[in-house]
Structures are given as structure tokens and as C-alpha cells.
């Protein structure tokens, strides 16, 4: 889940001085559910998605992290991670270790206050992740998508990454996406270019 803010904003320089880096290929995991927790990571490039298998062995998509987002922060609070993290493409990730982060947080009261500001940002994230999930006719799934995810000019929207992956995050198999989005730019409601999708003005 994303961070929202610079973690060396908040991280004490003790704590990012003991940070470890480690590269990913794509597809490869970098924890799986059940594994024991070594800390939170933050994405320094490409994606990381993180998923749990359904009872019919498919595979739900709970977030895809990018550059900047911070993942596995329960891990801080947990002996176990609660999901995989796979990579989506070739990616570089940061441990931040669990002892020096709850060791730091002991002695600093603001960067735990800054750290929990954080935490309550996600929840605010996840709810809006959660009502959209919720909404059951694509289209209407696929426009709040879109408005929650535009830029400061209130219509460009920058694809964090390939349809199919934003597929898997909105709950929507490809195919349904790509019927979505053909369906909206037919009616004139969005614009596709290369690598984003405009939102009409007067059709939002």
C-alpha cells in the first residue's frame, strides 16, 4: 500500500542506515504467506504485487506497489507475513529490519507518531479500494477508478502499468477491462494515449 509521503520524511537515519537492498526478477517472490518476517520493505523501482491464492487456486491481487510505496509494515507487529509479494517486473526493494525499526521507534515518539499518521492514510486508501471493489457494473467500477487516479489537472490519468495488471487490482478479468475501456472511448467519455487515458471534460 502507498505510503503517501518520503519515508526519509519520517525514518530515522539510523534506521535507513541499516536498510539492505535487493533486487528482483520479474515473477520472483519476494516473501510468500506464512514466511517469517524480516521487516518492512519500501519499492525503490518497478512493481511488487501483493496476492493471496482463493480456495480455487487463483490468485487475488490485494495491491501492486510501485516506486516510492512502502509494503508489509504488519510485518513490524506480526512473526508471519500475511500474503505473497511477487514481482510484476524487474524490481529493486529496501528491507528496513524489524528490530532497528521498533528499536528506533522506542527512542523517537515522532517518528512513531509519523509512522501511525501513515498507517491511517492506508486505512483511508484501503476503504476507498474496498467501495470500489464493491461496485458491481464494470463501467461504473472502472469510472471511479479513473477519478480517484487523476492528475492535478482532474482528467489525465498515467497508467501505473499494463492493463492486465490494472485488471487484477479493480477485480475485473483483462478482457472485461478492455471491453470497459473500448466502451468509454466509443461513447467519447476518455481518450487512450500512449501510456494514459484523459477524461473527456463534461463527461466525468
Known sequence: MPSQSRIDDWLPA???AAASERRLKAGEALFRLGDKTAGFYEVIAGRVRL??????GHEV????ARPGDVIA????FS??????AI????????????????AAFDRDPQAAQAFTAMLARQ???????????????????LRHWLALNAGGDGRTVALPGPLKELAAELGLTH?????????????????????????VQGRR
Open 73 to 76: 509494515e504488519a510485518s513490524l
Open 175 to 199: 478482457e472485461a477491462l478492455y471491453r470497459t475501456l473500448a466502451a468509454l472511448e466509443r461513447s467519447g467519455e476518455i481518450e487512450r494515449l500512449e501510456g494514459k487515458i484523459v477524461i
Open 123 to 141: 486505512v483511508m486508501s484501503l476503504r476507498a479500494r474496498i467501495e470500489q471493489r464493491n461496485i458491481r457494473s464494470a463501467r461504473e467500477r
Open 87 to 102: 514481482a510484476g517486473s524487474e524490481a529493486t526493494v529496501r528491507l528496513f529490519p524489524k528490530r532497528d525499526v521498533l
Open 51 to 56: 496476492a493471496r491464492v482463493d480456495a480455487a
Open 79 to 84: 512473526p508471519h507475513y500475511h500474503c505473497d
Open 61 to 64: 491481487v490485494l495491491h501492486v
Open 14 to 16: 539510523a534506521v535507513r
